[in-house]
């Protein structure tokens, strides 16, 4: 089994994997899955951009912090690296919850869904499985022989 941490990012080829993130509250997990190369990435995403340069330090050791970072990175390995074709890729994004605040100013879940959500716009790429917003916790894994995902909800604590 791998473990995926906060803003962390894992790409394997090896068919006997699991893949596991672990609480999703705000972060969302972005999964892909191509049916030709049989690769399967998983990212725990935390923010939606890296807007500033102290980030850069953030960056270099949790690669998959910021959504704007991370997404070019893996849809690039997929489409130049691994040359998969965008319509063999199957794409679940998962997490993303809102805040169990009353007011919640800052609204991470539903900024990282939405800048997940557009970046893969941008690539021609199309969505297969959302699970996002809610005041629910997720853990989710997926099995890297035929990228099937499984999703454990719970209630949120704060």
Known sequence: MLNVGIGE???TDNQDEIIITHALGSCVALIIYCKSSKYTAMAHIVLPENSSIRNQAL???KPGYFASDIVPKIIGYYLEGLKC???QLEVSVIGGADSRLLEDVFMVGK???AIVSQLLKAYGIKINHADTGG???RTVSVNSSNG???IKRQNMIL
């Open 9 to 11: 990012y894992i790409i």
């Open 59 to 61: 960056y270099k050791m």
């Open 135 to 137: 005041n629910i916790s």
């Open 85 to 87: 074709n965008r319509h």
């Open 111 to 113: 900024k990282n869904v």
């Open 148 to 150: 099937h995902i499984h």
